[in-house]
C-alpha cells in the first residue's frame, strides 16, 4: 500500500535584533516582547518560560523544574543553571512499596504500588522552576524583573482559552483528574472535559484563580516570593491535609545548582547539555566516527544513532547518581577516553547483543576537570509535561531551556490559594534503596535530557532544547548533527526523520525508508516503527536557534 507522510513544519525565521522561539506562541511573543524593550536574551528567556506557565500549563509551571544553558559572549562562558527537583526532608529510600507485576517505568526502574509515585500527594517533589528562572535572571538579566514577569502576568489574568492540545492532555489524565477535587475544580466542566477552540461553537477558557497574584509576587519578591511567605504555606497546607511530605522547610530549604561546566568539543564546536552525562557519552561516542560521508537517510547513520545512544543509556542508567549525595563516575561518563572505549565496541555491520550491557567509567573517573560550583542565594528580586524555549540577542548571548512537570498537569495536585499544579518528580528516583538513583532527602534525581548552547570559534553557535522525556536527547542531538555533520539548515535539521534507542529496541521514525527499517533489522535491531502524530512526542519536540556570524 502506498501511504501518505504526515509531516508538521515550521517556516524558518531569520531576524537580526533577536529571536525567541518556544512551545506556544505566546511564549515567543513575551520573549520579543521584552527583547524590543531592551532586554537580552536571558530576559526574553525568562519572560517566555513565565508565560509558559500560564499557557502551557499541562506542559510546565511554577511547580515544575528545569535545565537552563547560557552561553554568554563578553566572557565566552557557559553557564548552567540546574534547578531539578530535589527529594523532601521526610522522603526515605524505602518510602514508596515496589510494583512488580508490571513492566519497568519509562525511567527503567519499577512502578511503585498504587502509583504513588506518579501521581497524588505524595508524588511531588521540591520544585525548582522559581529559583532556576530568577537565579539566571540575577546572574545575567538587564530588565526590572517585574517587567520581564509582565506578560505572563497579564495573561494569567485574562485566563486561556482551551486548546486542542489542552483537551487532549486533560482526556489522558481524566480518570485521576476526578478523583482529585482541586484539580477537577479548574481542568473540567460540570465534571468532563472542557470544549476547546473551534470554528462551529464557543469554547472554555481556564482560569487559575491565584495564578496572577503569585506571579506578581515573584515580580516583587523574586524567588523569596515563591519559596516563603503565603505560596509556601499554601502548598504545606495542601500537602500536608491529604497525607504528602513537602514541607514549607523544603521550599525555603531549596537551592538550584549552578556550574561553569568545562564544555565538551564535538568536531569543532564547543558546548555544555546542562550536566546530561549522557548526551555527552553520545556525543563522545559519535566523535570518534567520520558522519560526514554517511547519507542522513541511510542504514549506516540510523544503526550508529541508535548504537551510541543505546550505549550512553545503559551506562547511565547503571552508574549514575547525584554526585553530591553518593560517589558516582560523573567525569567517567563524559569522559572521551570511556567514549572511545564504548566506540572500539561498536560493529557497523551488527548491533550489539540486547540488552547493551553497561561499560565501566570508573577507571576514568579521574580524568577531567569537576564544573566549578557557584554559590546561590535566593533570589529578592529588584532591578518551564514539558516544555522549550531557546533565545538569542544580537549581542551574541545564547540561552536555551528545558521546563516540565513530568506528567502532564504533574501530581494534579493543585494549590488553589496560588493557582498552580506540583510536579510529581518523585517518580524520577528509583524506589530500589540499592540503586544509585535511589531516593536520599535533598537529592536530584537523573535527568537525562539535554539543555545545548554551542559556540565555535569563541561565538555563539546553537540553542537547542526539546521536549518528551527520554525522546528530548533524540531531538536535540539529531538537529545539532543534522546541521553539523550533513550541512542542513536548521529547520530541516529538527524535520528530519530521527531514531530512538535506550539500550533495546530501536524506535524508528516512519517516514524512514523500508528498505533501511529492514536491513537494520537483519543487523539486530528490534526495529518498531513510530508516526509522529500530535500529541504523541515519539521523538521529541524540538526548538532551535542557529547563530549566523
Known sequence: MIKSELVATRTP??????????GHEQEAEAGVRVLKEGGNAVDGLVAAAFTAFVVEPGMCGLGGYGRLAIFGADDGVFTTIDHYVRAPGEARADMFELDLSTELHYYNHPKTVGREAEWGYRSPAVPGSVAGLCAAHDMFGRLPLPQVLEPAVEIAEQGIPVTWDLLVWIARRLPEIRTLPGAASVLLKDGNPPAAVSSFE????LVFPGLSDTLQRIAEHGSAGFYSGPVAEAV??????????LTAEDLAAYRPRILREPPAVYRDYTYVTAFDPLSYETLNILDEFDLSPLDPNGVEFRHLMAEAMGHAFVDNMVHYGDPDYRESPVNGLSSRDFAAARAAGIRSDRAASRPISAGNPWPYESEGAPPQVLPT????????????????DRQGNVAALITSLTSAFGSLVYIPEAGF???NGMQNFDPRPDHPNC??????PIFAAPTLVAARDGRAAFGI???GGYRIMTGVLHSLINAVDFGMEIQEAVDSPRVHCQGEATYVDSRIPEPVQKRLEEM?????PQEETPGALNFGRVNAIRVDP
Open 13 to 22: 525565521i531569520t531576524a537580526r535584533n533577536g529571536l525567541v522561539v518556544g
Open 202 to 205: 464557543a469554547w472554555d477558557t
Open 236 to 245: 504545606d497546607r495542601e500537602i500536608r491535609e491529604h497525607g504528602g511530605i
Open 377 to 392: 542565594q535566593p533570589s529578592t528580586g529588584g532591578v518551564k509535561g514539558t516544555s522549550q524555549m531557546v533565545a538569542a
Open 421 to 423: 499544579f506540583l510536579n
Open 439 to 444: 531516593i536520599v532527602p535533598g537529592k536530584m
Open 465 to 467: 532544547a526539546g521536549s
Open 524 to 528: 539486530g535491531h528490534r526495529v518498531v
